[in-house]
């Protein structure tokens, strides 16, 4: 295993190099090619004056070299073996443990470790939080699916799982910002970052005015949750249906009049239906954890309003609940396309496997389908689920390019369109650099999960 | 002997393909949506244009729309007649491609070497002719806005809602520079519909021969393919589509070419393990045998038999092609001037307001489009699975 991981490591090294290598020639061969055109652009120079900075740039950042020599000292600053470099640019002494250098950006004129030191970190919280969401919430409605195959809602998940997945990022986050964002709609969440200012120096948790606030925010939140897990578990059908509809009817009544006030309009009518008809849905799944699951953040969500509006008052909301305020609908974008792709495949593998020879010979033995399906299906069921994963992570970085320029995040995503939009040659090269690493690691990390979930594979 | 009876069977299986994939109502569904949008994108000028279609000023009757058609328009429309030609006249699939293939190219030459408008347009001629009442017949388009028309005689134009109740008539409402919302989306499904063929045709090409090699020799070459394959893999395609697009220029067939040589790895791990299977087979070595030429084993041989993962992959890559240019635009790196989904949908999210018409409609139009392409492809996919008919069956 260990040889296999070295060889493994040692076999990135040729193709980040290649990948570092396309994207440079991309930068070298184009039009104009390498320039700090854009950073004397906006100033406001005679040309003589715009000409000596330009030149000045160009010695800086060792552009006036030709672009073959530009890579190679590139790489020599990355690489931690090589030829030191000094402070007035020329190459020093051979060393084996001289570090990496990423080098500085043109644009902010910071060191791009720092850069990516400080943008990281976030580009990774949103992913961090998606991955497991995606893949809870893909599991559970893709072993649904195969449960009820050719059934209802086998039929109805695949197609809104394939709308789903035809919905493009932006369209997503647009409507999301304008609806549940702007001033003209709801103003339920922020329009953008990961935190307010005045977060950073408040409590972790919320701060209540007094202790009776606190009582009556978990009185409220118990009192619906309770209800509706009630309603979602234990209520027969009949029931059910009739309390979620009436909730989401409400609900929807309730949207309306915080725009238009009480007075019934149509929007009244067509947000009564709407939310009626979605809530209805909640109560006709079928599967209790997945109805759960859905009920449990709605209700929550409801008796937090509740408590809200009897008048409950934070004094303060706190970092964590900030924070969590700010990332819901980010991280909402960011998964719900991956979400619809990998419950498919869920699906897809589930019904290979329960038509397979080995679960028919389990049914013949006697054993009865939930058994067939928990413990022999499923664990086979989810090797093309590991193997996707390597695919994920790179899909998912190339979405939090899309979802942290909506939601104006400054995560890598808003610096990698920066610093293409700026021709920036050192942050994009670090920032390529930095996702085919994780991209790879990402690779890495499916197949050591893929021999530990399937004895039969082995890298020795 | 063997050619020949291979062409019937896989003509037959084709058509068997074809029927499975037209039972299935999505698929339907798609085939419709895409066919509208090509009747749209062929005829977009009499739909949605300023020149009026005809009109009699002073005794004489002309039709300015005709008198401004590009030569794109031409082009398109020659497409267009010679596509329904080639659907309803009989005979091999391919040929029938190739000879629609070459009757565009021959109507792009002549029409970009005789058609030439006016290269001044003043849309605003017409409005004012009709304002002074020397207009005596006119005939407009159902839509009276060209998609670059902005409006500039109004004065007062900028975003405004759909029907918005004064003398205009928008019924998308207008966007940031007053131009008509409905109008610039017409002319836009044109570029979504080029951008997603050619754009898939170019990454189906490569792939295709990259991964033929690889899949047909194997060994060294196969190896270096795959690092080649790996490091295109690795890389974001978004991130290496915005490098080369904030690089090179923002024409449209640039990022054709662009978006096409961004995504080519797919098709070529398809078309890679289907060779590796293939050229095992008995057929295959004995056209090695026969001392076919090269490109004949690959090409004439294997590739017809290793065509359905690809033609699946395809349908798929049309939707993200025409997902990437939607979100180029949308960030701002797509084309400048010319009507684009993505770049409406990029205004629909300003600095205080949210402009909802420029959020639903190009939004809901790149949504039908992808979902449109994802219904057939998925159609296609399990027409094509053998699995698919034994889990129906069990």
């Keep these: 295993m260990l040889n296999y991981l070295l060889r493994r490591t040692l076999l990135m090294i040729p193709t980040l190099f290649g990948i570092t290598l396309v994207v440079f020639a991309v930068m070298a061969a184009s039009p ?5 055109s854009t950073l004397v652009d906006g100033m406001n120079l005679d040309p003589e004056g715009r000409q000596a900075l330009e030149d000045y ?3 800086r950042y060792g552009l006036d070299q030709p672009a073959p020599v530009q890579y190679l000292r590139w790489l020599n600053n990355i690489s931690p073996i090589g030829f030191e470099r000094q402070a007035d640019g020329t190459l020093g002494g051979f060393s084996l443990w001289k570090g990496v250098d990423l080098g500085t950006s043109f644009r902010y004129g910071r060191p791009v470790t720092a850069l990516i030191a400080e943008r990281l970190p976030i580009t990774l919280l ?15 409605i893709g072993v649904q699916a195969a449960r009820s195959h050719g059934g209802r809602f086998d039929v109805a998940s695949n197609l809104v799982l394939l709308a789903l997945w035809s919905v493009p990022t932006m369209l997503a986050g647009v409507l999301f910002i304008g609806f549940f964002a702007s001033e003209q709609y709801w103003r339920w969440f922020p329009t953008g970052g990961v935190g307010r200012r005045e977060a950073l120096d408040q409590t972790w948790l919320p701060w209540f005015a007094g202790f009776s606030d606190v009582l009556l925010l978990m009185a409220a939140v118990a009192l619906v949750l309770g209800v509706l897990v009630w309603a979602a578990v234990r209520a027969p059908d009949a029931v059910r249906c009739p309390v979620f509809l009436l909730l989401g009817a409400l609900l929807g009544y309730g949207m309306a009049a915080d725009l238009q006030g009480l007075v019934p309009g149509i929007l009244h009518v067509v947000l009564a239906v709407i939310g009626a008809t979605l809530l209805a849905g909640i109560a006709r799944l079928p599967g209790t954890a997945l109805r759960l699951a859905l009920v449990v953040p709605l209700a929550i969500g409801v008796g937090t309003g509740l408590a809200r509006w009897a008048g409950a008052e934070f004094i303060q909301g706190g970092y964590l609940l900030d924070r ?3 990332l819901v609908l980010p991280v909402i ?6 979400l619809a792709f990998l419950a498919k495949l869920t699906r897809t593998s589930l019904l290979e496997n329960l038509a397979a020879d080995y679960a028919r010979t389990a049914r013949a033995k006697g054993v009865d389908e939930e058994t067939v399906l928990w413990r022999h299906v499923f664990r086979n069921s989810l090797l093309p689920l590991i193997t996707v994963s390597a695919t994920l992570l790179p899909s998912l970085l190339a979405g939090s390019v899309i979802v942290e320029s909506i939601f104006s995040i400054n995560g890598m995503g808003k610096l990698a369109v920066e610093a293409v939009q700026m021709r920036d040659r050192e942050l994009v090269l670090s920032i390529t650099l930095v996702s085919g690493l994780l991209t790879l690691a990402g690779y890495l990390l499916a197949d050591i999960a893929y021999a530990m979930a399937d004895p039969r594979v082995s890298y020795e | 002997m063997s050619d020949a009876g291979s062409q019937r069977l896989s003509r037959s299986w084709s ?9 299935r109502s999505g698929a339907r569904i798609g085939l419709v949506w895409v066919t509208l949008l090509v009747v749209v994108a062929t005829f977009a000028p009499f739909i949605a244009n300023t020149h009026p279609l005809y009109m009699v000023v002073e005794g004489r009757a002309s039709s300015p729309a005709l008198a401004n058609l590009q030569a794109l328009d031409w082009v398109w429309l020659a497409g267009f007649v010679l596509g329904v030609l080639a659907l309803l006249l009989k005979g091999k699939v391919w040929l029938r491609l190739a000879g629609w293939l070459a009757g565009v190219g021959i109507a792009a030459a002549v029409a970009y070497s005789s058609v030439s408008p006016p290269l001044l347009t003043v849309y605003e001629q017409y409005r004012e002719m009709e304002r002074d009442g020397r207009i005596e017949t006119i005939v407009r388009a159902p839509i009276p806005y060209s998609a670059k028309d902005y409006l500039r005689d109004y004065g007062d134009t900028g975003m405004e809602p759909p029907v918005a109740g004064n003398e205009r ?9 007053g131009a008509d919302v409905a109008s610039r989306m017409i002319h836009a499904a044109r570029i979504a519909l080029g951008i997603g063929f050619i754009a898939t045709g170019i990454a189906l090409l490569i792939g295709t021969l990259i991964g033929g090699l690889m899949g047909y020799f194997s060994g060294v070459i196969d190896i270096i393919g795959m690092r080649l394959v790996e490091i295109f893999e690795a890389i974001p395609t978004l991130f290496l589509l915005l490098t080369f697009v904030a690089f090179f220029g923002r024409s449209i067939y640039m990022m054709m070419v662009i978006i096409g040589i961004t995504s080519w790895s797919g098709y070529a791990r398809y078309v890679r393990a289907e060779f590796l299977k293939l050229r095992e087979q008995d057929f295959v070595q004995a056209a090695v045998a026969c001392g076919l030429p090269l490109p004949s084993i690959l090409f004439r041989h294997m590739l017809p038999n290793g065509m359905a993962p690809l033609l699946v992959a395809a349908s798929f890559g049309v939707a993200s092609a025409i997902l990437a240019e939607a979100t180029l635009s949308f960030l701002g790196l797509g084309l400048v001037d010319d009507p684009s989904w993505g770049q409406l949908l990029n205004q629909a999210v300003q600095s205080s307001s949210f402009n909802w018409w420029l959020a639903v409609f190009p939004g809901g139009a790149i949504f039908c489009t992808v979902f449109a392409y994802n219904l057939i492809g998925e159609a296609l996919r399990d027409a094509v699975d053998p699995h698919t008919q034994r889990r129906m069956d069990s």
């Excluded at chain 1, 974008?333 to 991956?338: D, I, K, P, R, T």
């Excluded at chain 2, 008539?169 to 520079?177: C, D, I, L, R």
Aim: proline share 2%.
């Design chain 2, 15 to 23: 058509r068997e393909v074809a029927a499975a994939v037209l039972r």
């Design chain 1, 324 to 326: 969590v305020w700010h």
């Design chain 1, 126 to 140: 949103l992913n961090l939080l998606s991955i497991p969401l995606v893949y809870g919430a893909a599991i559970a």
């Design chain 2, 169 to 177: 008539h928008h019924w998308f409402g207008t966007e940031e520079n």
């Design chain 1, 57 to 59: 740039y160009n010695r």
């Design chain 1, 333 to 338: 974008a960011l998964s719900y396309g991956g």
């Design chain 1, 32 to 36: 104009g090619g390498l320039t700090v």
